[in-house]
């Protein structure tokens, strides 16, 4: 079993940078994948990063490479997520899972928090 806990959301600026953390407890932490996914009103829920159990291996959806980096700190039972050059496209609910493998799809994370807020001004 596995509990998530995300925090670090707000109200930014355009071009204005946040970094999102999602702390763990249970178990599995350490030896599980992460990833980080995002729901904006009336859309389904999208994949933005994953992580493998060792932080050694990531994947990013195409429209955050260059600005998004996921991480993770073990001993501190954490993931990060620090996103620079936002943009109002950004703005969702952003949600930290963890699972089996660190893919892009919904189904593959077990384990999910209860969201935090992003959203970005124009």
């Known amino acids: 079993q596995v509990q998530l806990v995300e925090s670090g959301g707000g109200l930014v600026q355009a071009g204005g940078s946040l970094r999102l953390s999602c702390a763990a407890s249970g178990r599995n932490f350490r030896s599980a994948a992460m990833g980080w996914f995002r729901q904006a009103p009336g859309t389904e829920r999208e994949f933005v990063a994953g992580i493998s159990w060792s932080g050694v291996s990531t994947n990013y959806v195409d429209s955050v490479k260059g600005r998004f980096t996921i991480s993770r700190d073990n001993a501190k039972k954490t993931v990060y997520l620090q996103m620079n050059s936002l943009e109002p496209e950004d703005t969702a609910v952003y949600y930290c899972?963890?699972?089996?493998?660190?893919?892009?799809?919904?189904?593959?994370?077990?384990?999910w928090g209860q969201g935090t807020q992003v959203t970005v001004s124009s």
């Open positions: 899972a963890v699972g089996p493998y660190y893919d892009g799809r919904v189904s593959t994370y077990a384990y």
